[in-house]
C-alpha cells in the first residue's frame, strides 16, 4: 500500500555506500522488533492497528452519538502537539475541502482545535464561534497542567458551565488523560466526565490510532476502522525483515544522504492540499525523534504545486542541504476535465479535455526533474489515492521508519529532553511559584 521509490537519489550516491546503510538500517530494525532499545517502554504504538478493541470504538461513537442527539454542532478538542497533530492530519485529509460551507455539513458536528497556541486573538476569536453554537469539548492532556491546553481548557469549560450549568457540563466534557494520576484525571473523576486514556507506553507524537486520535476521528464523522485497518497492512509489510521492507528503504536512504553527503534538511513535498497537516504531523514526529545529542535532519514540508512559486526558487537555486520525500498520490478520486474556449486568450486550449489531476502530475514529474538536475535528491513515498485505509498506512509506516531511522541515527526515539527548555524559562518569566530562583536569574540577565 505505501511504495518507497528511490530512483531520484541514484545519481548522487554510491551503491555501494547505499548497500552498506541498508545494513544499518535492519540493524537497527533489529532493536526496534526487539523491544530493548533506548526507550522501549514507549512501544505501545506498534500493536494498535491490530489490538486496538472495537469496544472502544463503540464508546467513541456513543459519545458522538449523544452529543448529536443534543443537537451539538460544534466539537472544541484541546491538545497540543501529538494530542492534535494526528486527529487534525486525518480530518483535513478525509473531509471535503469546503466541508464549512457545504449547506450538506450544516447537521454534522464541526471539529475544532484549541490549546496549541498561547494567542490571545485566536482563543478570543475561537470563543467568538463557541458563543454562537451548541459546544462540546475533548480535553487532552496526560498531566492536565501543559500551560497551553490548560489556559484553553479553562476558558471553554467555563463557558460550557455558565452556558448549560454543571449538571450539563458533565455531559458535554470528555478527558483523554492518564489513567491514574495528573490534574486533569483528579478533575475528571471529580466533575464526573467521561474518560478515556492515554496507554503509557505511548508517546505523544505516536498515539494518532490511540483513544487521542479515534475520539475527534470519529466525531468528525470519518471512518476510523478503515485508518486501522490501512495501518495493520502497512505494520504487516514494515515487519518483514528485508532489504526491500520500505521502512528500511526510508530510513536507510534518509540516514546516508544525512551523514555522507551533507543533507542536513528534508523536505516532506506533497501535491494535494489535503496532506498539508501530513506534513505537520510528520515534522514533529521526525523532528521530537531524531533532534538531540546534537544530531538530526531538520524536518520541513512545502505544498505543491503553491509553494513553486514562492521557497520553490530556494529549492532549485538555494544552498544544496536538502533533499526531499515526495508523498505522491497516484490516482485522484474526483474528476475535474478543463474545457475549451473559443477564445483561448489564456492560451490553455492545448490543455482541452485533459484532466486538471494530469496537469498536476506533469508539474510534480518535471519539478521532480528539475530539482534532481539542480542537486536535490529525491525520495518518492507512493500511494494510491487519498481515502482512509491510505492514511492509516501512512500513519504507520512514517511511525515505524521513524523508530528505525533514529535508531540508525544512535538517538532514543522516544524521548523529548529538549521540549522541556522554553518551559522552565516560561515559567520563570511568568512567576510561577516554585521557580522564584529562575524568575531572579532570568529577570537578571534581562536587566530588569
Request: net charge neutral; glycine share 6%.
Given at each position: 500500500?505505501?511504495?518507497v521509490?528511490?530512483?531520484?537519489?541514484e545519481?548522487f550516491?554510491d551503491?555501494?555506500?547505499?548497500?552498506?546503510?541498508?545494513?544499518?538500517?535492519?540493524?537497527?530494525?533489529?532493536?526496534l522488533?526487539?523491544e530493548?532499545g533506548?526507550?522501549?517502554?514507549f512501544?505501545g504504538?506498534?500493536?494498535?492497528?491490530t489490538?486496538?478493541?472495537?469496544?472502544l470504538?463503540?464508546?467513541?461513537e456513543?459519545?458522538?452519538?449523544?452529543?448529536?442527539?443534543?443537537?451539538?454542532?460544534?466539537v472544541?478538542?484541546?491538545g497540543i502537539?501529538g494530542?492534535?497533530?494526528?486527529?487534525r492530519c486525518?480530518?483535513e485529509?478525509l473531509s471535503?475541502?469546503?466541508?464549512?460551507?457545504?449547506?450538506?455539513a450544516?447537521?454534522k458536528m464541526e471539529?475544532?482545535f484549541?490549546g496549541?497556541?498561547l494567542s490571545e486573538?485566536?482563543?478570543?476569536e475561537?470563543?467568538?464561534?463557541?458563543?454562537?453554537?451548541n459546544?462540546?469539548?475533548?480535553?487532552?492532556?496526560?498531566?492536565?497542567?501543559?500551560?497551553?491546553?490548560?489556559?484553553?481548557?479553562?476558558?471553554?469549560?467555563?463557558?460550557?458551565?455558565?452556558?448549560y450549568?454543571?449538571?450539563?457540563?458533565?455531559?458535554?466534557?470528555?478527558?483523554?488523560t492518564d489513567?491514574?494520576?495528573g490534574?486533569l484525571?483528579?478533575?475528571a473523576?471529580?466533575e464526573?466526565?467521561?474518560?478515556f486514556?492515554v496507554?503509557?507506553n505511548?508517546?505523544?507524537r505516536f498515539?494518532v490510532l490511540?483513544?487521542v486520535?479515534?475520539?475527534?476521528?470519529?466525531?468528525?464523522?470519518?471512518?476510523?476502522?478503515?485508518?486501522?485497518?490501512?495501518?495493520?497492512?502497512?505494520?504487516?509489510?514494515?515487519?518483514?525483515?528485508s532489504?526491500e521492507?520500505?521502512?528500511?528503504?526510508?530510513?536507510?536512504?534518509?540516514?546516508l544522504?544525512?551523514?555522507?553527503?551533507g543533507k542536513k534538511?528534508?523536505?516532506?513535498v506533497?501535491?494535494?492540499?489535503k496532506f498539508t497537516?501530513?506534513?505537520?504531523?510528520?515534522?514533529q514526529?521526525?523532528?521530537?525523534?531524531?533532534?538531540?545529542?546534537?544530531?538530526g535532519?531538520?524536518?520541513?514540508?512545502?505544498?505543491?504545486?503553491?509553494?513553486?512559486?514562492s521557497?520553490?526558487?530556494?529549492?532549485?537555486?538555494?544552498d544544496?542541504?536538502?533533499?526531499?520525500?515526495?508523498?505522491?498520490?497516484?490516482?485522484?478520486?474526483r474528476s475535474?476535465?478543463?474545457?475549451?474556449?473559443e477564445?483561448?486568450l489564456d492560451?490553455?486550449?492545448?490543455?482541452?479535455?485533459?484532466?486538471v489531476?494530469?496537469?498536476?502530475?506533469?508539474?510534480?514529474?518535471g519539478t521532480?526533474l528539475a530539482?534532481?538536475?539542480g542537486?536535490?535528491p529525491q525520495?518518492?513515498?507512493?500511494?494510491?489515492?487519498i481515502d482512509?485505509k491510505?492514511?492509516?498506512?501512512l500513519?504507520?509506516?512514517?511511525e515505524?521508519?521513524?523508530?528505525?531511522?533514529?535508531y540508525?541515527?544512535?538517538?532514543?526515539?522516544f524521548?523529548?529532553?529538549g521540549v522541556?527548555?522554553y518551559k522552565?524559562?516560561?515559567f520563570?518569566?511568568?512567576?510561577k511559584?516554585g521557580?522564584?530562583?529562575?524568575?531572579?536569574?532570568?529577570?537578571?540577565?534581562?536587566?530588569?
Open positions: 500500500m505505501v511504495n521509490d528511490l530512483k531520484g537519489c545519481s550516491i551503491a555501494a555506500q547505499y548497500k552498506k546503510s541498508v545494513e544499518k538500517a535492519l540493524e537497527a530494525f533489529d532493536v522488533q526487539s530493548k533506548a526507550g522501549n517502554d512501544l504504538w506498534k500493536v494498535l492497528p489490538e486496538t478493541p472495537d469496544s470504538i463503540k464508546e467513541c456513543a459519545v458522538r452519538d449523544a452529543w448529536l442527539a443534543k443537537g451539538v454542532n460544534l472544541v478538542v484541546i502537539g494530542s492534535y497533530l494526528g486527529a486525518a480530518i485529509a471535503h475541502n469546503f466541508a464549512k460551507q457545504l449547506k450538506s450544516k447537521d471539529v475544532v484549541a496549541n497556541n486573538e485566536y482563543l478570543a475561537l470563543m467568538d464561534l463557541v458563543a454562537e453554537r459546544v462540546a469539548c475533548v480535553n487532552i492532556s496526560k498531566s492536565g497542567t501543559t500551560t497551553e491546553p490548560a489556559v484553553s481548557f479553562r476558558i471553554v469549560k467555563e463557558h460550557i458551565e455558565k452556558t450549568g454543571k449538571a450539563e457540563a458533565k455531559e458535554r466534557i470528555v478527558a483523554i489513567a491514574k494520576k490534574a484525571k483528579t478533575l473523576t471529580q464526573g466526565y467521561k474518560s486514556i496507554p503509557d505511548v508517546g505523544g498515539s490511540t483513544p486520535g479515534i475520539l475527534p476521528i470519529v466525531l468528525a464523522g470519518l471512518d476510523i476502522r478503515a485508518i486501522l485497518a490501512g495501518a495493520a497492512e502497512a505494520k504487516k509489510a514494515v515487519e518483514v525483515r532489504e521492507n520500505p521502512a528500511i528503504k526510508y530510513a536507510a536512504m534518509r540516514n544522504l544525512y551523514s555522507e553527503y534538511v528534508e523536505v516532506l506533497n501535491y494535494n492540499p497537516f501530513l506534513g505537520e504531523w510528520w515534522k514526529l521526525y523532528g521530537e525523534s531524531e533532534g538531540k545529542d546534537l544530531k535532519i531538520f524536518p520541513a514540508s512545502v505544498n505543491f504545486t503553491t509553494d513553486l512559486h521557497v520553490g526558487q530556494f529549492i532549485q537555486d538555494g544544496r542541504c536538502m533533499f526531499e520525500t515526495v508523498v505522491n498520490v497516484k490516482n485522484a478520486t475535474v476535465v478543463i474545457p475549451s474556449d477564445q483561448n492560451q490553455l486550449n492545448y490543455l482541452a479535455g485533459q484532466h489531476e494530469h496537469c498536476n502530475a506533469m508539474a510534480q514529474l521532480k530539482h534532481i538536475d542537486g536535490v525520495i518518492e513515498v507512493s500511494v494510491e489515492k482512509a491510505t492514511l492509516g498506512a500513519f504507520f509506516f512514517f515505524f521508519a521513524c523508530g528505525v531511522s533514529a540508525q541515527l544512535g538517538v532514543n526515539p524521548n523529548q529532553p522541556e527548555a522552565k524559562n516560561m520563570a518569566l511568568l512567576h511559584p521557580f522564584e530562583e529562575q524568575t531572579a536569574a532570568i529577570e537578571k540577565r534581562l536587566g530588569k
